[in-house]
């Protein structure tokens, strides 16, 4: 059982483009269950995210703040300015906007601890910003998207907080709690939370896909090139900004990874519940939740890479 998670976890990128192709090859499948799954599969997934968590992983807050802001502003600023530029710069209906400003105002996603961890990034400050990150979207989600769409659409600001803490936060502490009472059965657990995380946003994924199979039909590629260039474009400039500010090179690393990847299942899970009149609004997240396994795979490979060809050097010298 635990190989088969350990190859399920593995594999999760895999995993979620298999289960979008599906859905859309055949969303009959899915089209009974509700959409309001989403919320309860992503509340599974942050509950797993605090069995992880450790008040210990919180240290780097106090040990290195500078680092920690540094990350959660290029953070909040990096992603949701790039959406909003993206979304003019291609024309995206209202609906589709909305979608990617709400991927870029999103936290940092779960699965950028893994990458940065395969990267050979700062780890520490890699869970550090994926923490202060998620702990600071219920008040910053919220306000940025109705920032940058609330000209367009109306966004119910105290509305997202209130599910930001439910969904996420809620899920997430009780998590902590139980891991502090029952340390013994969170630490077998944990062997098998990836899996399990990687199967609930995949079924996040193919419930999305296949309720829209029919529009992504009509603009699908438009979307996908944005969300493949949001997500490209904040890799490149959190790596940009921790070289201009001359951090370590696992610094740079998990900056990168940390703005590029985000918590795409949030986006998804606020569109269903505050935006139903714009269900194009549930795509680009989904898409995200796709590419960014993708794209933090193949940006792990070249980065140790990288590191393989530098040490060659340094071994020649």
Known sequence: MK??????SKYMGVLVFAAAVLAFIFPDALSRIRPKVINYLLGVVMF???LTLNLKDFKVV??????????????FTIMPLLAWVLARVFRLDDALALGVVLV???????????????????LALSVGMTGVSTILAPLLTPVLTWALAGHSVHVNVLGMLLSILWVVILPIVIGLIIKSLWPKFTDKAVDYLPAFSSVAIAFIVAIIIAAN??????????IVLVVMLHNICGLGLGYFIGRLLKLSEPKKRAISIEVGMQNSGLASSLATLHFAAYPLATIPG???SVWHNISGAIVAYIFRKNERIDFQAAGKH
């Open 3 to 8: 190989r088969i998670c350990q190859f399920i």
């Open 286 to 288: 989904a898409i995200f």
């Open 48 to 50: 797993g995210m605090g």
């Open 213 to 222: 199979a029919d529009k992504l039909l009509a603009g699908g590629m438009i």
């Open 104 to 122: 870029g105002c999103c936290p940092g996603g779960t699965a950028s601890n893994v990458i940065t961890y395969l990267a050979k990034g700062d």
């Open 62 to 75: 106090f040990s290195r703040p500078k680092d920690i802001i540094i990350g959660c502003l290029a953070q």
